[in-house]
């Protein structure tokens, strides 16, 4: 057996998510083109529209313009999903994958798929809840838990009551909704 060990600094990989984007979803080029389309139709658009209403041209470019801007943000994460789970089915990576967490007194466990992750509990240095899903921060790597996989909130609260009796009294106080929603009868 061949082992390699080394150390990672927290963000050194920011720049490789660019790569990994992009192997994932496709370039960007039709993202940029996306945006100039939308922003300058929907602009030359609302200076049509001002100039039918007698205002100044101006105003409507700058409405028209602010509008097509919205509209390539809120298209282009949908776009993009759907170009990243493109690609992954392509490869045989199925869309739906099963999800396990494991609290334990010594670790925290998350399994995704053919995928299993265990962490001592110093790692897990915080919980906090964000639109329908329990995220554990596992030394700046969000592990989540939907909030559709509890029965009910006794079963999620009896869940997370276990696991913010294993993290540090810090990661407890950065954790204050976690500990406020547990507490809860």
Not at 136 to 157: E, L
Request: hydrophobic fraction near 50%.
């Amino acid at each position: 057996m061949t082992t390699i060990t080394g150390t990672i600094r927290i963000g050194e990989a920011q720049a490789t998510m660019n790569a990994t984007a992009r192997h994932l979803r496709g370039g960007t080029a039709w993202f940029w083109v996306l945006m100039l389309v939308l922003v300058a139709g929907v602009g030359t658009l609302g200076m049509w529209l001002s100039a039918i209403a007698d205002l100044p041209l101006v105003i409507g470019w700058l409405v028209g313009a602010c509008g097509g801007g919205f509209a390539y943000v809120r298209l282009c994460k949908v776009l993009a999903v759907w170009r990243c789970r493109k690609t992954l089915t392509g490869k045989g990576v199925p869309l739906d994958l099963p999800v396990r967490l494991e609290v334990s007194p010594d670790a925290f466990t998350y399994a995704i798929g053919d995928v299993v992750s265990t962490a001592r509990w110093a790692a897990v240095t915080e919980i906090f809840f964000d639109k329908g899903w329990w995220i554990f921060m596992v030394q700046g790597s969000p592990w989540f838990a939907a909030d559709r996989f509890f029965a009910n909130d006794a079963d999620k609260r009896a869940f997370l009551r276990e696991a913010l009796s294993h993290i540090s009294e810090d990661a407890r106080a950065r954790s204050p909704a976690a500990v406020t929603f547990a507490a809860k009868a």
